[in-house]
């Protein structure tokens, strides 16, 4: 069965850091890469970061490259994403998924990031 479930948003000043887990279960993580997104509101989600299976083949999203930091540990079925010098526009909901996730598929509840100035 399909789970997953993202934590560790809140309400940061500008500058400030968040850690970001989500725990997986199921087909989605199994032997897979894995991807944090984001939806502002009004916004389309959009892909953040990714991570292959073994951890060898990392992206970022050009507007958070140098700044965010995605890792996982498979003994664990977690995937992590370290936000350092966070600004108002990261000001998002936080979703993990399959990088090929569509909005046709399971999806957790996400976690809100807010980014004062």
């Known amino acids: 069965q399909e789970q997953l479930v993202e934590s560790g948003g809140g309400l940061v000043q500008a500058g400030g850091s968040l850690r970001l887990s989500c725990t997986a279960s199921?087909?989605?993580?199994?032997?897979?890469?894995m991807g944090w997104f984001r939806q502002a509101p009004g916004k389309e989600r959009e892909s953040v970061a990714r991570i292959s299976w073994l951890g060898v083949s990392i992206t970022y999203a050009d507007s958070v490259k140098g700044r965010f930091t995605i890792s996982r540990d498979n003994a664990k079925n977690k995937v992590y994403l370290q936000m350092s010098s966070l600004k108002p526009e990261d000001t998002a909901v936080y979703y993990c998924?399959?990088?090929?996730?569509?909005?046709?598929?399971?999806w957790g509840q996400g976690t809100q990031v807010t980014v004062s100035s």
């Open positions: 998924n399959s990088p090929t996730a569509t909005n046709s598929d399971y």
């Open positions: 199921g087909r989605t993580f199994s032997r897979g890469p």
